[in-house]
T-cell receptor, first 118, second 116 residues
Framework: GESVGLHLPTLSVQEGDNSIINCAYS??????FIWYKQESGKGPQFIID?????DKRQGQRVTVLLNKTVKHLSLQIAATQPGDSAVYFC?????????????????FGQGTILTVHP | DGGITQSPKYLFRKEGQNVTLSCEQN?????MYWYRQDPGQGLRLIYY???????QKGDIAEGYSVSREKKESFPLTVTSAQKNPTAFYLC???????????????FGQGTRLTVV
């Protein structure tokens, strides 16, 4: 869901463990999903994306799972490292229409603070 | 190098003043976005633009204004009507294909606005 003045949930893990960050999205018509990583004082950086015609996609040390039935998205980070400590956001692309033209609107979820302990 | 640039990095505003935050991209992206982020919170959409000379209000547009006269530029004005403007402002851009073939948005490094 989208953040409206709420404080972010946190996840603490030990270095070397696997991390799972979850995100519930709101719109069943969303066709494209993205995970971003944001380090303190910086803009979000792209990690991995997935389209609605897929249920799993793997990158380097990261896997995104999409469950459209329950509108749930997850990011799995393997062998988590201290450098992975950051805020992680999911984003959904909602297709909208105006004046006969379709366009996408990118909406962010609440975000999760990941802390990795050495 | 292609990218998206926000300026200034830090901005101080006196109460009652309007200020304009700059956002420029040379990625040839059609879509541009402005988000606000408060400490320890998520991103909230202020305005977005899919093409030149067109923009739409996001979820928290009150007290803000934008223009999109050029594809590369999407400046945000924080007006005196915005009651609590102190925040971190993020600009982003992405390709727009007019179909469900959108791609990820690229973000600038943000502008931290403080009211003094």
């Amino acid at each position: 869901g989208e953040s409206v003045g709420l404080h972010l949930p946190t996840l603490s893990v030990q270095e070397g463990d696997n991390s799972i960050i979850n995100c519930a999205y709101s719109n069943s018509a969303s066709d494209y999903f993205i995970w971003y990583k944001q380090e303190s004082g910086k803009g979000p950086q792209f990690i991995i994306d997935i389209r609605s015609n897929m249920d799993k996609r793997q990158g380097q040390r990261v896997t995104v799972l999409l469950n459209k039935t329950v509108k749930h998205l997850s990011l799995q980070i393997a062998a988590t490292q201290p450098g992975d400590s950051a805020v992680y956001f999911c984003a959904e692309n909602i297709l909208a229409n105006a004046g006969g033209t379709s366009y996408g609107k990118l909406t962010f979820g609440q975000g999760t603070i990941l802390t990795v302990h050495p | 190098d292609g990218g998206i640039t926000q300026s200034p990095k830090y901005l101080f505003r006196k109460e009652g003043q309007n200020v304009t935050l700059s956002c420029e991209q040379n990625l040839n992206h059609d879509a541009m976005y402005w988000y606000r982020q408060d400490p320890g919170q998520g991103l909230r959409l202020i305005y977005y633009s899919q093409i030149v000379n067109d923009f739409q209000k996001g979820d928290i547009a009150e007290g803000y204004s934008v223009s999109r006269e050029k594809k590369e530029s999407f400046p945000l004005t924080v007006t005196s009507a915005q009651k609590n403007p102190t925040a971190f402002y993020l600009c982003a851009s992405s390709f727009y294909w007019g179909t469900p073939l959108n791609t990820e948005a690229f973000f600038g490094q943000g502008t931290r606005l403080t009211v003094v």
